[in-house]
């Protein structure tokens, strides 16, 4: 086993092209996020497919970091979870199974995994906490992901009796920001919604959205995510994985979450929409909003 390293930190963010690791980017290159001689590598799957432990190893191999940020997943649309719950488990427990045991191996000091809300049970009681992961299955629709996800929680446990490893994980809610999938099938709710109002406005038609917009969400800004996710690696201790989210007090309901898309858009169409929400939530959704229009013809639709 390699040494621990001592010195500036080399942290490998897997999953670097996605809406997190952009994210971590962003605030690495633009926001004063590195520290003096530190060394950040954005790593994609076109670089590198985690599910093959050779090519796993060699990144790791050609890299040598002393932390790591682990982003990368296996992940599709509802219908494709549905239809295909095996091999999402399959090829997550892969992925994060050859993460681990390479950082293990390689003598990584600290690797923070990126879980998700997804994985807690499906009946359970609110406020849910991180306790709470493993009190019942998840949902039948994508229980083969959630389960993968799971794992990395039981393995960073036994990372750290075996080993004394500090491996840890963070819990994100319904993150949203550039670089996100816009795809109407298959985005996150707030992206959908984004492309969706940009498509009604640019054929002059009615925005029709689904269900009754009452169901209220905790909404979090892929930046300020990205922010703290930056912290964990520095500053939290834990082996227990951590909720990161906003609070209750700044939930959004669907139907607000569509009112300050359709203001951020300049939307005039028909859209039977009008609440009050916080400030900082609308000027994020702007955000996101200038940034799909100004990058329309790179954004995953």
Not at 93 to 98: C, F, L, S, W
Not at 236 to 263: F, N, R, W
Not at 278 to 284: A, D, L, V
Request: hydrophobic share 35%; with cysteine.
């Amino acid at each position: 086993m390699s040494e621990i390293k001592v010195g500036p930190m080399r942290v490998l963010v897997t999953g670097g092209s996605g809406l997190l690791g952009k994210a971590i980017e962003h605030v690495v290159q633009q926001e004063g996020g590195k520290l003096d001689g530190e060394e950040w590598i954005f790593l994609s799957s076109k670089k590198a497919d985690l599910v093959d432990i050779g090519q796993t190893r060699a990144v790791f191999e050609k890299y040598h970091p002393t932390h790591v940020i682990h982003l990368a997943a296996k992940v599709g649309g509802l219908y494709q979870h549905m239809k295909e719950n095996l091999q999402f488990l399959r090829d997550n427990i892969k992925i994060n199974d050859n993460v681990l045991d390479t950082a293990h191996k390689m003598g990584v000091t600290k690797v923070v995994s990126c879980l998700s809300s997804c994985i807690f049970p499906d009946k359970t009681s609110y406020p849910i906490d991180e306790t709470m992961i493993h009190n019942g299955p998840p949902h039948d629709s994508n229980f083969g992901y959630s389960y993968a996800k799971r794992m990395i929680d039981v393995q960073n446990r036994a990372y750290f009796q075996q080993y004394g490893h500090r491996y840890t994980a963070v819990i994100p809610t319904n993150v949203f920001g550039p670089y996100d999938n816009f795809n109407i099938e298959k985005g996150h709710v707030l992206s959908a919604l984004i492309n969706k109002t940009y498509k009604a406005k640019n054929d002059g038609t009615t925005l029709n959205v689904c269900g009754s917009g009452a169901p209220r969400r905790q909404f979090t800004y892929s930046l300020d995510l990205g922010r703290l996710i930056i912290w964990v690696l520095r500053k939290y201790e834990e082996i227990d994985p951590i909720i990161l989210s906003v609070s209750e007090e700044d939930e959004v309901s669907i139907k607000e979450a569509v009112d300050m898309i359709t203001k951020a858009l300049d939307f005039k169409g028909e859209v039977h929409v009008s609440f009050q929400c916080s400030q900082t939530t609308i000027c994020s959704i702007k955000m996101t909003c200038d940034w799909f229009v100004t990058n329309n013809d790179i954004a995953r639709t």
